[in-house]
């Protein structure tokens, strides 16, 4: 059974290595919150998410 588990974190770091990551702290970034924020279009009631700070949606915004 101890075997299985080396062989996991072999396989673990393997796959790291393939994405790009040097070790598991790189998994952070995974878990992050995203700067992004839900939006309700004041014009359309339609939902989007944007980091910027508006009121409306693009649609309805170019017809402003």
């Known amino acids: 059974m101890g ?9 673990e770091q393997k796959l790291k290595g393939k994405m790009g990551w040097k070790c598991s ?3 952070d970034i995974v ?3 995203s700067s992004f924020k839900e939006i309700v279009c ?9 980091d910027r700070d508006v ?3 693009f649609s309805c915004d ?3």
Request: proline fraction near 0%.
């Open 62 to 64: 170019k017809k402003r």
């Open 42 to 50: 004041k014009g359309c009631g339609k939902v989007f998410k944007t």
């Open 25 to 27: 702290c790189s998994l």
């Open 31 to 33: 878990d992050k919150k």
């Open 3 to 11: 075997n299985d588990l080396n062989e996991d974190k072999a396989f």
């Open 55 to 57: 009121e409306y949606c």
